[in-house]
């Protein structure tokens, strides 16, 4: 079985600091990482995908996130957060190997900006 | 344009109501997806499907039902609508051997 734990509910930060969002996820085999972020009234959007190579991978609008395979996390960090990243943001993982498509998400991180 | 597309964009009806939501891809993906997302955010897969398998998720109650013409297009009907029913329905697609999910804009379903 695979599961996405976002230990913060919610998360609000200074517009211009930098921002850090926990993911941990279970997972028995080689996992397919993911963060998504759904602004209001949308759907999700994909902001970046891991599988392998340098565990820092890096996203759309300047998001980043480091896979720590010892620790089974996948945080997601931006270096200083816009108004416009105010949405809930989704951790998720799915099974590297054929046959195993199903993608398990996390409950989400509602990030709000202060001014 | 290329996308996920959804219709309606919100609907409101009665319990005991039959309604029916459309979505198509244009990525030419192989897979459709029907995730429920409630009020609290939780995302819970429906169905995925493609042109040789459909798989339901075994929690999805027997009055929800896929309906797809081709692999562009999977619609989701519910046949008697209950209050717990009241949710967004995100439709999502994905191409056979990628790994990544597309979402549509979701369908904001009310039953009163």
């Known amino acids: 079985a695979q599961s996405v734990t976002q230990p913060d509910a919610r998360v609000t930060v200074s517009e211009g600091a930098s921002l850090q969002l926990r993911c941990k996820y279970s997972?028995?085999?080689?996992?397919?990482l993911f963060w998504y972020v759904q602004y209001p009234r949308q759907g999700l959007q994909l902001l970046l995908k891991?599988?392998?190579?340098?565990?820092v991978v890096q996203g759309v609008n300047g998001f980043e996130a480091e896979f720590i395979k010892s620790n089974s996390s996948f945080h997601l960090r931006k270096a200083s957060v816009h108004w416009s990243d105010s949405a809930v943001y989704f951790c998720?993982?799915?099974?590297?190997?054929?046959?195993?498509?199903?993608?398990?998400f996390g409950a989400g991180t509602k990030l709000t900006i202060k001014p | 344009e290329t996308a996920v597309f959804q219709t309606p964009n919100y609907h409101v009806t009665q319990v005991g109501n039959e309604v029916s939501f459309n979505c198509k891809q244009t990525?030419?993906?192989?897979?459709m997806y029907w995730y429920k997302q409630d009020s609290k955010k939780l995302l819970k897969i429906m169905f995925s499907?493609?042109?040789?398998?459909?798989?339901v998720n075994e929690t999805v109650p027997r009055r929800f039902s896929p309906q797809s013409s081709d692999k562009a297009h999977l619609n989701l009907r519910i046949k008697s609508v209950e209050p717990e029913d009241s949710a967004v329905y995100l439709c999502?697609?994905?191409?056979?051997?990628?790994?990544?999910?597309?979402f549509g804009p979701g369908t904001r379903l009310t039953v009163l």
């Open positions: 997972y028995s085999g080689t996992p397919y």
């Open positions: 891991y599988y392998s190579g340098d565990p």
């Open positions: 499907y493609n042109n040789k398998q459909l798989i």
């Open positions: 999502a697609s994905s191409r056979l051997g990628e790994y990544e999910q597309y």
């Open positions: 990525l030419g993906h192989d897979t």
């Open positions: 998720a993982v799915r099974g590297f190997n054929y046959g195993n498509e199903k993608i398990t």
